[in-house]
């Protein structure tokens, strides 16, 4: 049990032992054949008011508002003004047709006007929204998509927190609109963060930080939104089926999601893509200067990077590791992940074309002889 539904449920126990101690006492006076003193059924009421407050309120009050209120947040602005235009004419027309019921007798008298409230007040809600077009012809031009057109949301994914990169994209200005972080996703961060693995501890608590302070310093434009979604499980699920339901790209630098998202048609802002859109361009036949951190995969590989993260691959680079080379560009190899450049050191290239003139001498001075 989390803190704000202890503090429902302690507001569920007062405020139904009030109301129980108030109906208690109410009927102990009205009624001639009690034995019982209205102070002692008082008593007894708000008691028993206040249990089924404390074990009910949540479960058949708080948790209803939540979800119709997660609904209405998902929902656009044109089905939530549609149908409370269609609930207030339910309204008034079940008023118009509880006068007459009301005089029936007993209990048809009491019961019926209130059936017909319900039942009228529903249909007005699904006449609201079936005849959404229907409403449009009464109200102000482009009244309905107000809402819309002033907010623009993308969804941000998990592993674009982890990565921190977003903080620098967002503080150059080139994402519009409001970033929302459902409330399932900052759940999955929080797991990560609390991991016993070292190294996703310090992944999941780096991406609460970038998070903090994206917040401290946009507020008004990173929002984390409580949004529940159904009979789906894993978080990528969630994502995909929210994009979907309310029309807006994702924020990732997930290569799965990247592409289960693309295959359902919902749009993808991929921060790896990005960042390969902005590097700087490199050419083969270009020198660099890597600094060679660790073996390759293949043999007698060495591993550096350049200044933009990106992966360069040395051949015959095992021997200067720990050392800082100048190689030059043989190939680059572009994926959906990254980019990774290949190279040689620059030393060997020079001696190849050298050793190969003296060869070709040789055999030449052969010849001759």
């Known amino acids: ?42 008593i007894v009421s708000a008691i028993i008011g206040a249990v089924l407050g404390f074990f009910f309120v949540v479960p058949l009050i708080v948790h209803p508002v939540r979800r119709l209120r997660v609904k209405l947040e998902n929902e656009s602005s044109e089905k939530v003004a549609a149908a409370t235009i269609g609930l207030i004419l339910g309204l008034v027309a079940a008023a118009l047709f509880s006068i007459p019921a009301s005089f029936l007798p007993d209990p048809l008298g009491e019961v019926l006007p209130f059936l017909i409230a319900l039942l009228l007040g529903y249909l007005g809600v699904y006449a609201g929204i079936s005849k959404i077009n229907w409403f449009r012809k009464f109200m102000p031009p482009r009244f309905f998509e107000q809402e819309e057109s002033d907010e623009k949301i993308t969804l941000v994914d998990s592993s674009a927190i982890i990565d921190g990169r ?67 499980r894993d978080v990528d699920g969630k994502l995909i089926a929210l994009a979907k339901k309310i029309n807006c790209p994702i924020l990732t630098d997930d290569y799965n999601l990247n592409q289960v998202a693309n295959l359902q048609g919902i749009s993808i802002l991929n921060i790896n893509d990005l960042s390969n859109a902005v590097k700087s361009v490199i050419l083969p036949g270009e020198t660099l200067m890597i600094h060679v951190l660790q073996e390759g995969k293949e043999y007698n590989q060495g591993v550096g990077y350049i200044e933009d993260g990106t992966m360069v691959v040395v051949e015959n680079g095992r021997l200067y ?39 070709q001498y040789a055999d030449e001075k052969k010849r001759t002889v």
């Open 321 to 359: 590791i720990g050392q800082e080379i100048s190689v030059m560009v043989t190939k680059i190899h572009q994926t959906a992940i990254g980019r990774m450049i290949f190279a040689k050191p620059e030393t060997e290239m020079e001696q190849q074309p050298y050793e190969y003139t003296n060869i």
């Open 1 to 42: 049990m989390d803190q704000s539904d202890k503090k429902n449920r302690t507001i569920g126990a007062v405020s139904f032992g009030l109301l129980g101690g108030w109906l208690g006492y109410y009927f102990s006076r009205s009624a001639t054949t009690s034995n019982l003193y209205p102070i002692q059924v008082l």
């Open 166 to 232: 977003i903080a620098e994209i967002v503080r150059t200005g080139f994402l519009q609109g409001k970033l929302v972080v459902p409330n399932f996703v900052l759940q999955e961060i929080q797991f990560i963060a609390d991991s016993e693995d070292i190294l996703k501890r310090q992944r999941g608590r780096r991406g609460l930080e970038v998070l903090r302070q994206l917040q401290k310093e946009f507020p008004a434009q990173v929002e984390i939104r409580d949004i529940a979604v159904e009979n789906i």
